[in-house]
């Protein structure tokens, strides 16, 4: 993956050879996160993108507490998606005014430590109004809110759809203007429009399509709204390449849909801020997952690196988070990267289940025990994602370099 430089037949992460990294690390398997590649992301979007959109880090992609903290200081805000992750958010430095609170089933709990901490929650309920109300009259403090709205229209080609059709996500379009009265009626500070249709997808056109509907619907909503709408959430769903065949995202439809967006938001709704929120888009790139050979076996003609990190560790390159069809993230032997003697191997973990398989009948440098095995793209749903648990076997690190 170009991404990362090649010094010596080595793989350099956070400028340092794999092998010295792993020497540094300590032990493996570890996930590794680079802050210049996170930093570059971050830089190359903003000159993709009009200067006036907010970009938010949702984290989690990847709740890593320094790599939280490093992201904070580059975007317009921070979007949680529990008191927990609001927790690590607050602790990273992150502005409450810019953090926003997202998700169904918020407790009690949760809402009072949401309206204490001066945050933005995203109404997903008409029960969280209620909620909401008492956490502020409580607290004697402003009970912030945007309404989160199932739109009735879903984003096309998307890994994951999170909006149109019956969804456990947000309010259904139609109950909205319902749910806006309440908000007035209870005396919330409402904001402003949260619309979030889908992750992981490819194609501009989509997401352009998805976001000027999602950018309509607001407009419409807005009119019936109980203040002046401050802020409408277009969500986002930025997909990177995993797969042969996969292309980077095309930056310039989305730009110029949005600055049309935001032309339109400069007339008919000047004191709205447009903001677009992103995970797995903002870190997936820039982060490794590092294991080490610990054994070579060759079972009835198939060669096998059983290594020491697997599927507890990394749910999503076995295959088992939200893939149909099981296919291969981008993987390496990180210390043999200029090696010419190749061969087709599977690389799988120390767990008693066939589905401990990183890496599925690939042409690889041959590889010993020792060796270190990389899967590229590992950056978001990683560790968070991964059943750790299971089977016992330590943790992986996690390292920002
Ligand atoms: C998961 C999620 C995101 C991040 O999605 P990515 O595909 O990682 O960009 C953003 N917003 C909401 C509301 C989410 O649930």
């Known amino acids: ?36 590649l996170l930093t570059r992301r971050v ?11 907010k970009l938010h880090y949702a984290m989690k992609a990847n709740p890593m507490p320094a790599l939280v903290c490093h992201m904070a200081g580059l975007t317009d805000g921070i979007d949680v998606a529990s008191a927990g992750e609001l927790q690590v958010a607050l602790n990273a430095g ?26 933005l929650v995203n109404l997903e309920s ?19 809110v945007a309404v989160r709205v199932n739109p009735a229209f879903e984003l096309k080609s998307s890994g994951m759809k999170m909006g149109g059709g019956p969804k456990q996500f947000g309010v259904d379009a139609e109950q909205v203007p319902e749910l806006l009265q309440a908000i007035g009626s209870a005396g919330l500070a409402f904001e402003g429009f ?11 056109g989509a997401i352009a399509e998805a976001q000027q509907r999602s950018f309509a619907l607001a407009l419409e909503l807005a009119q019936l709204a109980p203040n002046p709408v401050r802020s409408i959430n277009l969500g986002g769903g930025f997909g990177i390449p995993y797969f042969p065949g996969d292309r980077p995202l095309d930056l310039g439809p989305i730009g ?6 935001i032309a339109e938001a400069g007339q008919r709704l000047p004191n709205a801020e447009i903001v677009i929120e992103l995970g797995r888009y903002l870190v997936g790139d820039a982060g490794v997952y590092v294991c080490r050979v610990i054994d070579r076996k060759v079972s009835r003609g198939q060669t096998y ?5 697997g599927l507890h560790h990394h ?40 589905l401990d398989v990183l890496v599925d009948q690939m042409t690889l440098p041959v590889a010993h025990e020792g060796d270190l095995v990389v899967i590229f793209q590992s950056g978001a749903y990683g560790a968070s994602v991964s059943p750790e648990f299971f089977l016992g076997h330590p943790a992986a690190l996690e390292i920002l370099v």
């Not at 430089?5 to 493996?28: F, K, S």
């Not at 690196?305 to 990190?309: C, E, P, S, T």
């Not at 390159?317 to 191997?345: C, L, W």
């Open 43 to 53: 830089t190359e979007l903003r000159t993709a993108l009009p200067r006036e959109i």
């Open 256 to 261: 110029d849909n949005l600055s049309a967006i």
């Open 305 to 309: 690196l059983v290594a020491d990190g």
């Open 315 to 354: 749910l999503a390159a076995s295959g088992n988070f939200g893939q149909v069809i099981r296919k291969n993230y981008p993987a390496a032997i990180g210390n043999r990267m200029s090696a010419t003697n190749v061969e087709t191997v599977s690389v799988v973990g120390p767990l008693c289940t066939p």
């Open 194 to 204: 949260h619309l979030f249709a889908g992750s992981q997808n490819l194609k501009p």
């Open 126 to 144: 008409f029960r969280e109004v209620a909620l909401l109300a008492d956490a502020s009259q409580a607290l004697g403090l402003p009970a912030r």
């Open 1 to 36: 993956m170009s991404q990362f430089p090649i010094v010596n037949g080595e793989l350099v992460v956070g400028g340092m050879t794999l092998t010295r990294l792993a020497a540094r690390a300590g032990r493996t398997p570890f996930y590794a996160y680079d802050r210049q």
């Open 94 to 119: 992150a502005t409450p005014d810019n953090i926003s609170f997202a998700g169904p089933g918020k407790t009690q709990a949760e809402i009072r430590q949401a309206v204490a901490a001066g945050i």
